[in-house]
């Protein structure tokens, strides 16, 4: 199956300092979301992305098809940042399964004032 | 976006009973929902696709007898914790998947159920 793999796997950042996470992929996607999961286990969606750039407020997203990896940017960061991101994708040669997504390990992103 | 909703957020329940979770999508019709168990410190892992009006499909390893998913109407899906055992506590978290085009859907999630078996 296809494997997704996230890094860093953790990050401590001061409040204010950018980050990139990345998350590479091993085969050709369909789909890719980024997603960030707060303290309380609730997945919020930040984007849905299979390629190109979009953003949105101080966070931003690039997919590289072509290359299989996508960068999610987060700038100026906040304590309420802090949380666990997910990159998940579907995997383009599952047919008929529309929507199944496979999740990366996560990268756990502690903000602090 | 979707919301979606589950039901109970939190439940303990002794060794070898049931336990039932409700997932509900509560602005749009699903035809598909899927199931995830999320263990502490871990990622989301798919346990199964619940299909209105047929049976599941479930994940290779994911026992079918044990996890018992009804889809029986377009906006809820339950999963039955069948005998469960102390290695069933867990995150269980439902989502949907709301078409953008006709090939191309994005996953929205509810805010799981914690589940602990005594």
């Known amino acids: 199956g296809i494997q997704v793999e996230q890094s860093p796997p953790d990050l401590i950042l001061q409040e204010g300092a950018n980050s990139t996470l990345r998350c590479n992929f091993s085969?050709?996607?369909?789909?890719l979301q980024w997603f960030h999961q707060n303290p309380w286990g609730q997945l919020i969606n930040l984007f849905y992305?299979?390629?190109g750039t979009k953003q949105n407020g101080r966070l931003s997203a690039t997919t590289v098809a072509t290359e299989r990896y996508s960068l999610l940017y987060i700038s100026s960061s906040q304590t309420t940042d802090s949380g666990v991101y997910f990159c998940?994708?579907?995997?383009?040669?599952?047919?008929?399964?529309?929507?199944?997504?496979?999740f990366g390990q996560g990268t756990e992103l502690s903000v602090k004032p | 976006g979707a919301v979606v909703s589950q039901h109970p957020s939190r439940v303990i329940c002794k060794s070898g009973t049931s336990v039932k979770i409700e997932c509900r999508s509560l602005?749009?019709?699903?035809?598909?929902m899927f199931w995830y168990r999320q263990f502490p410190k871990q990622s989301l892992m798919l346990m199964a696709t619940?299909?209105?009006?047929?049976?599941?499909?479930?994940e290779q390893g994911v026992e079918k007898d044990k996890f018992l998913i009804n889809h029986a109407s377009l906006t809820l899906s339950t999963l039955t914790v069948t005998s469960a055992h102390p290695e069933d506590s867990s995150f269980y978290i439902c989502?949907?998947?709301?078409?953008?085009?006709?090939?191309?859907?994005?996953?929205?999630f509810g805010p799981g159920t914690r589940l602990t078996v005594t």
């Open positions: 602005d749009f019709q699903a035809t598909t």
């Open positions: 989502s949907t998947d709301r078409a953008l085009t006709l090939r191309s859907y994005e996953q929205y």
């Open positions: 619940s299909n209105e009006g047929s049976k599941a499909t479930y």
């Open positions: 998940a994708v579907e995997h383009s040669m599952i047919y008929n399964q529309g929507g199944k997504l496979i």
């Open positions: 085969d050709s996607v369909n789909n």
């Open positions: 992305i299979p390629s």
